[in-house]
């Protein structure tokens, strides 16, 4: 009965049943049990509740397991809310759910993130006698520290301490990522030589959150030594750790250090993933190495990757950046040819390499083709556009533009209101200047530090200038 149950086969598993029915055993809880979960893991969990109120008609009685065994069951497909009412409806029950079934919907509350409710479950279980354990602080500690509530953080740790229950290794993890991730770095080692300290060997999801953290804080000479700790303890790197790694140097720009991961990662038996390679492609691209960024394209290519819309959006980026504009749209043209539609971030980039290059006109043209292929525009390619337009003299198509931006639904930002009143001030156009640093403060921007130097420019007209500090 419990093979084909984990097999999704329950009907064979009351199969079984009938057969035992007829050759005269009676079933016991452990087989009635083992009917509800293959019931839960079908999802057929209207069946398991009815399928314990007939064992109660018949005379038995469910047991922690059972109850547990629904709740899970309920909660795995999100209906907490149900999981809760349950609970509710067997606190009457002569037995008495255990500290598993509340861990449960705990988590599953954690996850849905309705901390009031967890919290004051977490308080029930105990007036009810039942003690909570590491996992269920472990839950509450997870929700908590993704909000970022450290003096929570504190206060549950406390608790734990109180009640003599002992963090373990997943405890610190939690703690040190989302410290990490929170920017709170001299909080994470603290944590990390704590744990340290109780004898709680780090894991590599522990050093590896670690060496996230130096990367975030291009702390990379840190994060190298805790890597070389890390394999001196025993700890084995895995392909994250490694990713981290090689993404720290290519932002550092330390390419070579970021390779010669890439060949650790090789000799160890470690696959490399895209993420790996878009993270190389993307390191070359920065420094301006396009042979070497094609080279690993090649490489994942030749192991069985191919290439993403982040991939060739990253390559994009580099051509259009170190003046290779021609190759640029020779692959753009080589994702039209293979059907692969280019996303807004694709066109962006090309609009505003080209309009780099001073071919406004080919901008202008990519534009209207993205409009055709049904690729809505967004503030920032419209942004782009009119700074190319406004840079080549062009500001009275550049006010076109603005208002076809308009006619689709896309609002104006910081970015759309300077840049229109830099071409207007170097224009001499100072009304309509005066009218759009009015529709600008209006929507709460402020102009930027290229807008204000041409503001403070001694040049300008002293009535203007009067004007401008009259504005709201």
């Known amino acids: 009965m419990n093979c084909v149950c984990c097999l999704k086969r329950v009907d064979l598993g009351f199969g079984v049943m009938g057969r035992m029915l007829k050759l005269g ?25 009815q399928l314990v109120d007939f064992m109660e008609f018949r005379g038995y009685e469910p047991d922690a397991v059972t109850y547990g065994t629904i709740i899970k069951g309920i909660v795995r497909t999100g209906k907490t809310s149900l999981a809760l009412g349950l609970l509710q409806k067997w606190k009457g029950r002569s037995c008495r759910l255990d500290v598993v079934t509340y861990n449960t919907v705990v988590e599953g509350l954690c996850k849905e993130g309705r901390l009031t409710e967890a919290f004051q479950l977490f308080s029930r279980m105990t007036d009810k006698g039942v003690q909570p354990n590491v996992v269920t602080y472990n839950s509450l500690i997870h929700a908590i520290c993704s909000e970022g509530r450290w003096e929570d953080v504190e206060v549950l740790l406390q608790g734990m301490t109180q009640k003599d229950i002992i963090p373990n290794v997943l405890t610190f993890n939690i ?12 909080e994470a080692e603290s944590a990390f030589h704590a744990m340290i300290r109780r004898g709680i060997e780090p894991v590599v999801v522990t050093y590896s959150s670690l060496i996230a953290g130096y990367r975030l804080h291009n702390r990379m000479d840190d994060a190298e030594n805790l890597f070389n700790s890390m394999v001196e303890n025993g700890c084995l790197p895995d392909d994250i750790t490694y990713n981290t790694m090689i993404d720290g140097y290519c932002k550092g720009k330390a390419m070579d250090k970021a390779v010669y991961m890439y060949h650790q990662m090789l000799e160890k038996g470690l696959i490399p993933t895209i993420v790996t390679y878009n993270t190389l492609i993307g390191g070359f691209c920065q420094i301006g190495n396009m042979q070497a960024a094609e080279e690993h394209l090649r490489k994942m290519q030749n192991v069985g ?15 259009c950046k170190h003046g290779h504009l021609d190759r640029a749209m020779t ?4 994702l039209e040819d293979r059907g692969i539609g ?7 980039i090309l609009i505003k390499g080209l309009c780099y290059a001073r071919k406004v006109e080919d901008a202008k043209r990519l534009f209207r083709t993205m409009l055709r292929n049904g690729c ?17 003299g ?16 896309c609002s104006l930002n910081a970015t759309s209101y300077n840049i229109l009143i830099r071409a207007a001030l170097q224009n001499n156009e100072e009304l309509i200047a005066l009218e759009l640093l009015r529709k600008m403060r209006g929507s ?21 200038l009067q004007l401008i500090q009259k504005l709201p």
């Open 342 to 348: 280019p996303s807004i971030i694709i066109y962006t």
């Open 175 to 186: 703690v040190i990522d989302a410290l990490c991730k929170d920017g709170m770095l001299s």
């Open 25 to 49: 055993f009676k079933p016991d809880l452990v087989a009635l049990n083992i009917l509800i979960n293959g019931l839960c893991i079908e999802g057929k969990l209207s069946r398991a509740v």
């Open 394 to 409: 062009h500001a009275d198509e550049a006010s076109k533009l603005l208002q076809e931006m308009g006619e689709r639904g």
């Open 444 to 464: 709460g921007f402020v102009v930027d530090a290229s807008t204000a130097e041409l503001l403070l420019d001694d040049r300008l007209d002293s009535n203007f």
């Open 376 to 392: 809505q525009p967004d503030v920032v390619i419209f942004n782009t556009l009119m700074n190319g337009l406004c840079k080549e």
């Open 331 to 334: 692959m753009f043209q080589q």
């Open 305 to 319: 990757h191919p290439p993403t819309i982040q991939t060739c959006s990253i390559l994009l980026d580099g051509y």
